[in-house]
């Protein structure tokens, strides 16, 4: 999974698929538990979406931007704009049924 800054994510927004993106920090346990989820979600669906991961405290102004206040944060973004979120870690399961409803 790319890690993005700043400039990586809003070129990838621009694109022409759907990206999935995991807001993240690096000292969040819930964070370490969802990152083998995500990636496993990457294999799985990464024909239909670009699966990239963003450290919070790397990029306090994309955090800002979407007003994250908590984390882990799996958003959507479609057309460049969000789309569906989801708060909190969740099991390979939820994370399927969140992805197959949004992408």
């Not at 999935?20 to 969040?28: I, L, Q, T």
């Not at 704009?81 to 992408?103: H, I, P, Q, V, W």
């Amino acid at each position: 999974m790319i890690e993005a800054d700043t400039l990586k994510f809003d070129e990838l927004l621009k694109g022409d698929k759907p990206v999935v993106c995991d807001f993240f920090a690096v000292w969040c346990g819930p964070c370490k538990m969802l990152a083998p989820v995500m990636e496993q979600m990457e294999e799985e669906y990464g024909d239909r979406a670009q699966f990239i991961k963003v450290d919070i405290d790397k990029n306090m102004e994309l955090a800002a931007r979407y007003g994250i206040m908590s984390i882990p944060l799996v958003v959507v973004f479609k057309g460049g704009a969000a789309a569906d979120k989801s708060l909190g870690y969740c099991t390979k399961s939820e994370m399927k049924e969140f992805l197959d409803k949004n992408l």
